[in-house]
Each structure stands twice: as C-alpha cells, then as structure tokens.
C-alpha cells in the first residue's frame, strides 16, 4: 500500500504504484511504490530529502541491466537515473565527464566518432554510466577503473562530493559504492584523443559485433549472471555442467551462453531466481567452485539455504 507522506518534492515527477517490469532488462518484477525519473541534481537531493523525511527506504536503478527485481515489487521510493543525461568534454584534457543516466553504448559511440579511445569495450554493455561506476563495468579486457579519473556521489551524510579511484576500492565488477546509500550523480573519465574517428568506430563496432555474435540477444536478460571464477570462465564450467537449454518455468539458460539466463516470455522473478541457486548447485557439486553472482537481486525472494556471495538487497542499486 502507498505509503502516506505529507509533502511531494515540488522539482520531482513523483508516480505511485508503477511496474518495474519496463525498467529492468530482464522484464520481471512487481511495483515501485513510487517512482522519481529525474533530469537535474536538484531533484535528487529533493527527493532524498522527501524519502528521509518520509521514513521510506530507497533504490536506485540505471538501466536496469544487471539486476533482478522481486515479483513482490519494492516498497518504498525508487529512483530511476535514465533520463538523466549530459556529455561534457574537456578537449585539452582529453577528458569527458557525463550524467549517470546516460547509457554507455551510446558513450561509446560519442567517443569513437571524436576519434577518442579508451571506451571500446563498453559499446555493448546495456548500462548506465552510474552503473559503471558502482560495478566496476568491463568487457574484452577493459574496466571502468582503468579510466575512471573521479564521479560525483551524493551522500545523504555528507551531501555533494568528490570521490577518486583510491576511494572506490575497485575489484572485479565491484566497487565501495555497492551496498551504499550514495548516488552516483556524474563521472569524468581519461581517455586518448587524436586517433583517426574512422578507425576508431570501426574498432567500436567490431567489438560490438563480436560481442552480439557470441552472445544471445533475442530474449530479455541481465547480461552476465555471474563472475568469472578467474582463470576459469563462469559460461564454461556451467556449459560443461550440462546445464546449456535447462529451464525452469519461463527461464532458460541460454543455448548461445551458458553465463545468461533468458527470459522466454512472461518469466517470473522467482523462477529465474530459483535458476540461478540449481545452477550455483549444480556448478558447485561438479566442480567445487561457488558462483558469485554479477546480478543483483532487489526486494523479496524465497529462501533456499545459505549461499556465499548471494544475497538480497534492497539497499541503492544502479
């Protein structure tokens, strides 16, 4: 039930009981209780603000593409970064600094065609730049950290400030900022001008291509579900598992890669869940490696049993 509140920020598109199914990737889930799309950093603040004064805890989401969302919706005051967008370059510095809602493909693509490397392996991650930076996004060998020169987060203790690399005690696809109360509000990152653009596009879309070839992209998912158990890869010690095409309910672990689970129409939160725990199971008995998922899960799902590196939270997603 909606909460009851006293006062709406007056900056802020503010909508009660809206499905969450349209903003995550793998298009599963249940109802916000509200929900703020903003376009400004005031809006924000004004609505950390409303959510405190409210008693109302809150989430944040970017594109949505690395999480699962409870088929029970999520209570309180959801934020959702999407609309949020702004690409600022520092020609000199040959630095670019941008909104967290803007999507990374279409970062990459900015970059290229100025003829600017160091973004080429982001042109096929579906997230957002504040996403990047709370999960320490990468692919082909390439990382946020390793061109992340600062972001700004707003921290509802300490209000607006800058934080660094040294601060965000970056590991593999994860960050400090995981778990936290922080939004991500902005992010500068280094990278190399004065290459020819046509190549540089070029070398974008290759990338693009090579990654559409070996991944599935016909049904809805989250990307990756889990993390590589480095030096092994997680889609091979599943597709060697025999768990390539196994389903549960409307969810699939992909034929194309055995590290994506498919939505197949009309899926629910709960059985994909339950898929990934028989696949962490399954992986875990053949081979005595526990899968850390990549996914995160956000609101309330079943209990299966103790599973290391899995467990819910409702806390600031990007």
């Excluded at 670019?96 to 290229?112: C, D, F, I, M, R």
């Excluded at 392996?121 to 390793?146: F, K």
Aim: glycine letters at 10%; a negative charge.
């Amino acid at each position: 039930m909606t909460s009851r509140v006293a006062r709406i920020p007056a900056l802020a598109d503010l909508t009660a009981q809206v499905s969450l199914q349209r903003l995550n990737t793998f298009r599963v889930g249940g109802m916000a209780e509200w929900l703020a799309m903003p376009r400004q950093r005031l809006e924000v603040e004004s609505l950390l603000v409303w959510a405190a004064e409210a008693d109302l805890r809150v989430t944040v989401l970017g594109a949505g593409s690395n999480l699962l969302v409870s088929d029970q919706g999520l209570p309180g005051l959801v934020i959702c970064t999407r609309r949020w967008r702004n690409t600022a370059f520092d020609e000199a510095q040959g630095r670019v600094t941008v909104a967290a809602g803007e999507p990374l493909p279409t970062l990459a693509w900015k970059v290229a065609k100025r003829g600017w490397r160091g973004l080429e392996w982001a042109v096929g991650i579906p997230g957002t730049v504040g996403g990047a930076v709370v999960m320490n996004a990468g692919a082909h060998g390439g990382c946020t950290a390793d061109c992340l020169v600062s972001a700004t987060v707003l921290d509802p203790a300490q209000g607006v400030r800058e934080v660094y690399p040294q601060d965000l005690a970056f590991a593999y696809r994860t960050s400090g900022l995981q778990g936290s109360a922080n939004v991500v509000l902005d992010a500068t990152f280094q990278l190399e001008p004065g290459h020819d653009p046509a190549v540089v596009t070029a070398d974008t879309l290759d990338g693009l291509n090579r990654r559409r070839s070996t991944q599935p992209y016909d049904w809805p998912n989250c990307g990756s579900v889990f993390r590589n158990p480095l030096p092994r890869t997680a889609g091979a010690l599943i597709e060697q598992a025999g768990l390539k095409g196994h389903r549960i309910g409307n969810a699939q672990v992909a034929d194309l890669h055995a590290n994506f689970i498919l939505n197949l129409g009309e899926a629910k939160a709960e059985e994909v869940y339950r898929l990934i725990r028989y696949v962490q199971d399954q992986v875990y008995e053949r081979w005595a490696v526990w899968l850390h998922p990549e996914v995160k899960c956000i609101g309330d799902f079943p209990d299966l049993g103790p599973c290391p590196g899995f467990t819910p939270d409702s806390e600031a997603i990007p």
